[in-house]
């Protein structure tokens, strides 16, 4: 008796273990999927594989009429589109949202997509309008999502920051910096934000005029990008110390440090970024009278498709 019930439990068990099959539709799953692989694409850097299967998700949720799965698709491409710097898709994506934003649920969509605006607003140059928007969208955010640990916080109060120091009062940084230094100091913010965070301390320093204390943050930020293998983290610190040592007249210096971001940016679709560091390598090289660099640089310069053409 025992035995037997024993093995009825065993059996029981088994099937307890057994997942119930997934009952949704095939083309919601693939599309589930698919913006899962976008997302680990996009981790990896690979950002032209990372679109083509966001797009394809898109294409779903448009074809059975979901706003919701419409949004994260759009939200997922605008994050590509900026990470190539093709501002025109990212207005392109940003408006679709628009449109698409009278018929979501309130779900945790909005502070996205607030934020891709105002990085968007950064990246045309537009930093008064991106600290409002980020003003408005801390204001508006969840108090149970105003703690130094939640992640959109984080990215929040870095962006804020960063818009402070592209504007007119870069002393409004050290405020929006001040709540993640204790989780820096213990190592518990994501690589990339701790690159970023270190990137801005080191530009407040630098505006406070201690350019061998922004040094050492930038070396730090570049560090801590090698260490996570994040190619846009230290393509951006190797670019933040080239522009540091050209500032202080150590022109070979500056060049050299330009010369290692160019791996780091090609292996990127950033041809924006690309086309800017060839541009600074070759009025380096004219600096230092360097003729054969400056050829290598126009060079390589002709080589590149026109402004606009490289999209994932």
Same mark, same amino acid.
């Given at each position: 008796?025992?035995?037997?019930?024993?093995?009825?439990?065993?059996?029981? @068990?088994?099937?307890?273990?057994?997942?119930?099959?997934?009952?949704?539709?095939?083309?919601?799953? =693939?599309?589930?999927?698919?913006?899962?692989?976008?997302?680990?694409?996009?981790?990896?850097?690979?950002?032209?594989?990372?679109?083509?299967?966001?797009?394809?998700?898109?294409?779903?949720?448009?074809?059975?009429?979901?706003? &919701?799965?419409?949004?994260?698709?759009?939200?997922? @491409?605008?994050?590509?589109?900026?990470?190539?710097?093709?501002?025109?898709?990212?207005?392109?994506?940003?408006?679709?949202?628009?449109?698409?934003?009278?018929?979501?649920?309130?779900?945790?969509?909005?502070?996205?997509?607030?934020?891709? =605006?105002?990085?968007?607003?950064?990246?045309?140059?537009?930093?008064? &309008?991106?600290a409002r928007l980020l003003d408005g969208l801390l204001a508006r955010l969840?108090?149970?999502?105003?703690?130094? =640990?939640?992640?959109?916080?984080?990215?929040?109060?870095?962006?804020?920051?960063?818009?402070?120091?592209?504007?007119?009062?870069?002393?409004?940084?050290?405020?929006?910096?001040?709540?993640?230094?204790?989780?820096?100091?213990?190592?518990?913010?994501?690589?990339?934000?701790?690159?970023?965070?270190?990137?801005?301390?080191?530009?407040?320093?630098?505006?406070?005029?201690?350019?061998?204390?922004?040094?050492?943050?930038?070396?730090?930020?570049?560090?801590?990008?090698?260490?996570?293998?994040?190619?846009?983290?230290?393509?951006?610190?190797? &670019?933040?110390?080239?522009?540091?040592?050209?500032?202080?007249?150590?022109?070979?210096?500056?060049?050299?440090?330009? &010369?290692?971001?160019?791996?780091?940016?090609?292996?990127?679709?950033?041809?924006?970024?690309?086309?800017?560091?060839?541009?600074?390598?070759?009025?380096?090289?004219?600096?230092?009278?360097?003729? =054969?660099?400056?050829?290598?640089?126009?060079?390589?310069?002709?080589?590149?498709?026109?402004?606009?053409?490289?999209?994932?």
């Open positions: 008796m025992t035995t037997r019930l024993a093995l009825i439990a065993t059996l029981l @068990l088994l099937a307890a273990c057994v997942s119930t099959p997934d009952r949704r539709p095939r083309d919601l799953i =693939e599309a589930e999927q698919q913006l899962g692989q976008g997302t680990r694409a996009f981790r990896n850097d690979d950002y032209r594989s990372a679109a083509a299967l966001f797009r394809r998700a898109l294409d779903y949720y448009r074809s059975v009429d979901d706003a &919701e799965g419409q949004a994260r698709a759009l939200i997922n @491409l605008a994050e590509t589109a900026l990470a190539v710097d093709d501002r025109h898709a990212a207005h392109q994506h940003l408006a679709a949202l628009t449109r698409l934003s009278p018929r979501l649920p309130q779900t945790g969509l909005a502070p996205r997509i607030g934020l891709l =605006e105002a990085r968007l607003a950064l990246r045309e140059g537009r930093a008064d &309008e991106a969840p108090e149970d999502r105003r703690w130094p =640990e939640d992640p959109l916080y984080q990215a929040l109060l870095l962006r804020r920051a960063e818009a402070a120091l592209a504007g007119p009062t870069p002393a409004d940084a050290e405020p929006r910096l001040q709540p993640l230094l204790p989780l820096a100091d213990k190592g518990r913010l994501a690589p990339e934000m701790q690159a970023r965070l270190l990137r801005l301390q080191a530009g407040l320093l630098q505006r406070q005029g201690r350019p061998d204390a922004a040094r050492a943050r930038l070396q730090q930020a570049l560090a801590v990008a090698r260490q996570s293998r994040r190619r846009p983290a230290i393509a951006a610190a190797l &670019e933040a110390l080239a522009a540091q040592s050209r500032h202080q007249g150590r022109l070979r210096e500056a060049a050299e440090l330009l &010369e290692r971001a160019l791996p780091v940016r090609s292996r990127l679709l950033d041809q924006a970024a690309l086309r800017r560091d060839l541009e600074s390598l070759l009025a380096l090289y004219r600096e230092l009278g360097d003729g =054969e660099a400056e050829r290598r640089i126009q060079a390589t310069l002709a080589r590149l498709p026109a402004q606009g053409a490289a999209r994932p």
